[in-house]
């Protein structure tokens, strides 16, 4: 699809000659800028919106971006400030350990007017299915929302509390609704948006990520589809568009040179179009890749038969030493 405006957006942590954190971040900045700008309606969906800061000691959360707060106070103020505004959040139920230990963060969005909606994980196909065919079977019954009086440690903060083992149960299915997106009108009839890899989680706010910014009607099929992903998981309300709008038609040849065009890509049709690139490649072309996990043995065995064909491949890996807040082994990436 033709659009009118993309921009690249880069968080990057980095460290100068001490060893003292340099943090320069554009991602939720944007974001900020797009709910201030909003008059009509404002979708989002993160995956991970949450103050938690895992086992991260407080000397070291000086590199630290309360994200979550700033998220939370934006939508709240934008609602008061313009009473007539729409704001539909999608996000995946981790957000409240699977109903072990509900969000408060939710909650305020919630009172203020925010459509918030729990992604339905059990809609989505089993990622895990040795364990989830027994639960489903045995154990979904009985542990679907997570509540009770929790006796186990809580994933996601190394604090006091504590979480069932209804809601460990249902994370080991080992699914989660993983989208980072923002699309909202640009207050002149127009739709601006952010896709990311950035999460609104003060644990990971200094993590180094990369967003397209992109204005224009690029962004009508994804937020169909994230309306879709709300009306999936019972999602019942509107908002004061027409997704009727007609799509622009593309640029004559004449004018491909000068117009950029963005394609939408989600779930599984983002692995095929990376497979797809990779083993296009001819001898003499360089592939260049920056991961956070590469662990998909079809996208390996495309890198090493491209490698194979003379093409010139780079790798640059997260060492895989935090998640959430917590000091990992390294795996995938380092082994």
Same mark, same amino acid.
């Given at each position: 699809?033709?659009?009118s405006?993309?921009?690249?957006?880069?968080?990057?942590?980095?460290? !100068?000659?001490?060893?003292?954190?340099?943090?320069?971040?554009?991602?939720?900045?944007?974001?900020?800028?797009?709910? +201030?700008?909003?008059?009509?309606?404002?979708? /989002?969906?993160?995956?991970?919106?949450?103050?938690h800061?895992?086992?991260?000691?407080?000397?070291?959360?000086?590199?630290?971006?309360?994200?979550?707060?700033?998220?939370?106070?934006?939508?709240?103020?934008?609602?008061?400030?313009?009473?007539?505004?729409?704001?539909? /959040?999608?996000?995946?139920?981790?957000? !409240?350990?699977?109903?072990?230990?509900?969000?408060?963060?939710?909650?305020?969005?919630?009172?203020? *007017?925010?459509?918030?909606?729990?992604? !339905? /994980?059990?809609?989505?196909?089993?990622? =895990?299915?040795?364990y989830?065919?027994?639960?489903? %079977?045995?154990? $979904?019954?009985?542990?679907?929302?997570?509540?009770?009086?929790?006796?186990?440690? =809580?994933?996601?903060?190394? *604090?006091?509390?504590?979480?069932?083992? $209804?809601?460990?149960?249902?994370?080991? =299915?080992?699914?989660?609704?993983?989208?980072?997106?923002?699309i909202?009108?640009?207050?002149?009839?127009?739709?601006?948006?952010?896709?990311?890899?950035? =999460?609104?989680?003060?644990?990971?706010?200094?993590? +180094?990520n %990369?967003?397209?910014?992109?204005?224009?009607?690029?962004?009508?099929?994804? %937020?169909?589809? #994230? /309306?879709?992903?709300?009306? %999936?998981?019972?999602?019942?309300?509107?908002?004061?568009?027409?997704?009727? +709008?007609?799509?622009?038609?593309?640029?004559?040849?004449? !004018?491909?040179?000068?117009?950029?065009?963005?394609?939408?890509?989600?779930?599984? *049709?983002?692995? #095929?179009?990376?497979l797809?690139q990779?083993?296009?490649?001819?001898?003499?072309?360089?592939?260049?890749?920056?991961?956070?996990?590469? +662990?998909?043995?079809?996208?390996?065995?495309?890198?090493?038969?491209?490698?194979?064909?003379?093409?010139?491949?780079?790798?640059?890996?997260?060492?895989?030493?935090?998640?959430?807040?917590?000091?990992?082994?390294?795996?995938?990436?380092?082994?």
């Amino acid at each position: 699809v033709p659009a009118s405006d993309i921009a690249l957006l880069a968080d990057v942590t980095a460290a !100068d000659a001490y060893g003292r954190p340099v943090i320069h971040q554009q991602i939720f900045d944007e974001a900020l800028r797009i709910i +201030s700008e909003a008059r009509e309606f404002i979708v /989002l969906d993160m995956f991970l919106f949450n103050g938690h800061r895992g086992a991260i000691q407080a000397q070291d959360s000086q590199a630290l971006r309360p994200l979550s707060r700033e998220l939370r106070e934006a939508l709240i103020g934008a609602r008061r400030a313009h009473p007539g505004l729409r704001i539909l /959040l999608i996000t995946d139920p981790v957000n !409240d350990v699977y109903g072990g230990d509900p969000s408060p963060d939710l909650a305020m969005l919630a009172t203020a *007017g925010v459509d918030v909606v729990r992604m !339905d /994980l059990d809609q989505l196909r089993d990622s =895990n299915p040795a364990y989830s065919t027994l639960w489903r %079977l045995g154990i $979904r019954w009985w542990s679907r929302d997570g509540a009770g009086h929790g006796w186990l440690p =809580n994933p996601l903060d190394d *604090g006091p509390s504590q979480v069932t083992f $209804r809601a460990w149960a249902k994370l080991l =299915n080992l699914k989660a609704d993983h989208r980072k997106v923002i699309i909202a009108d640009d207050g002149r009839k127009g739709l601006v948006g952010v896709v990311s890899s950035a =999460n609104p989680h003060d644990a990971s706010s200094a993590h +180094s990520n %990369l967003g397209l910014a992109v204005r224009g009607f690029a962004l009508l099929p994804l %937020l169909r589809s #994230e /309306l879709d992903i709300a009306q %999936l998981s019972g999602w019942r309300g509107n908002l004061p568009l027409s997704l009727a +709008s007609p799509m622009p038609r593309a640029a004559g040849d004449a !004018d491909r040179s000068r117009t950029a065009f963005v394609r939408v890509l989600t779930e599984g *049709g983002i692995n #095929e179009a990376v497979l797809e690139q990779i083993r296009g490649t001819r001898a003499g072309d360089r592939i260049d890749a920056a991961l956070f996990y590469l +662990s998909d043995r079809d996208v390996i065995e495309a890198m090493l038969d491209a490698a194979g064909r003379g093409v010139s491949i780079r790798v640059l890996l997260d060492p895989n030493s935090d998640a959430f807040g917590y000091r990992k082994s390294g795996i995938p990436n380092r082994p």
